[in-house]
């Protein structure tokens, strides 16, 4: 028993060496009699010409990561001090983002009121607040689209968010059936939150570029055009992440001071985010000894 164990084991062992050495292109094989692992020069006859455990395993999803290629050239986002500053820079990053075609569908992120507190109160106001609030945006995004030659359609992802656009706006579940979306060059999408509508949106992108305006729960499946999270600590702001495309993840300080640390992406699936626990503890640690000053 213990030498049947013993030549299992060695067995196992050659394996897991011919799984190493197999992306290599090395040609490996079992020997007799000591099931020894050899790597021949010449063309001998081989096991694989691939690791064979590779061909069983599933493909990695693709996710935004993959197409984030910041340029190292680009303008710096800098730190919005107001909306009509997050407006003005969420337009540009979603005009230069379709410009360049890396993606079909795009993403703008940032809080659509100030006071975040009221959009998690459960109240219809606060609903009808973010409703509002995106449509606002919506429509500064489609004049500027129009001024630079795109046929625009906004589609809204609830009753709320198609009634805030506005009578020519369409309600996600109409223009998702087919034939039903005008052709167009780009479709605003508002506010999708449930996987469905996540997967909805994504379909409308066959036809034309779509982009998401500050999506919920499933969000990160499409590149971000434009990017602003507020990192607070102390109840105080004390910085932000912010990108515009093509630029880089970035992250200032309360005073628009830009703190020198790399924002990595983390990825969920076929999501992709940018990973601001870093960004937050740097931010938290530069306000605190600024405030103990």
């Known amino acids: 028993m213990a030498r049947r164990q013993g030549l299992t084991g060695r067995i196992l062992w050659s394996l897991f060496q011919c ?25 001998a006859a081989t096991i694989a010409k691939m ?28 730190l919005p ?4 500053a997050i407006y003005q820079s969420a337009v540009l990053g979603v005009l230069a983002a379709l410009e360049r075609e890396e993606s079909a569908g795009w993403e703008v992120d940032f809080p659509p009121l100030a006071n975040t507190n009221a959009l998690g109160d459960g109240s219809a106001r606060s609903e009808a607040l973010v409703h509002e609030a995106n449509a606002k945006f919506a429509a500064e995004l489609e004049k500027a689209l129009a001024a630079a030659g795109r046929t625009v359609v906004l589609v809204g992802c609830s009753a709320g968010a198609a009634k805030a656009l506005g009578p020519q706006a369409l309600r996600l579940g109409d223009a998702a059936k087919p034939g039903a ?17 996540w997967e909805a949106a994504n379909g409308l992108a066959e036809g034309a570029f779509v982009v998401i305006v500050n999506g919920l729960i499933s969000n990160g499946q499409m590149p971000h055009a434009f990017f602003y999270r507020p990192m607070t600590a102390y109840s105080r702001q004390t910085g932000a992440v912010v990108r515009q495309y093509p630029g880089a993840y970035e992250c200032y300080d309360w005073r628009g001071n830009k703190v020198e640390i790399e924002v990595k992406m983390t990825t969920l699936g076929n999501r992709a985010l940018p990973d601001t626990m870093n960004a937050q503890l740097v931010l938290q640690g530069i306000y605190g000894e600024a405030r103990d000053k």
Do not use: I, W
Request: with cysteine; net charge negative.
């Open 181 to 197: 979306l005008p052709d167009c060059d780009v479709v605003v999408c508002v506010a999708p939150a449930v996987e469905e509508q």
């Open 51 to 78: 690791n064979f455990f590779q061909q069983f395993m599933p493909k990695p999803q693709s996710t935004p990561a993959d197409v984030y290629r910041p340029d190292p050239t680009a303008p710096l986002a800098g």
């Open 19 to 43: 799984m190493l050495l197999a992306p290599k292109a090395s040609h490996c094989f079992l020997q007799r009699p000591g099931y020894t692992l050899r790597t021949p020069r010449g063309g």
């Open 81 to 84: 001090t107001s909306y009509d």
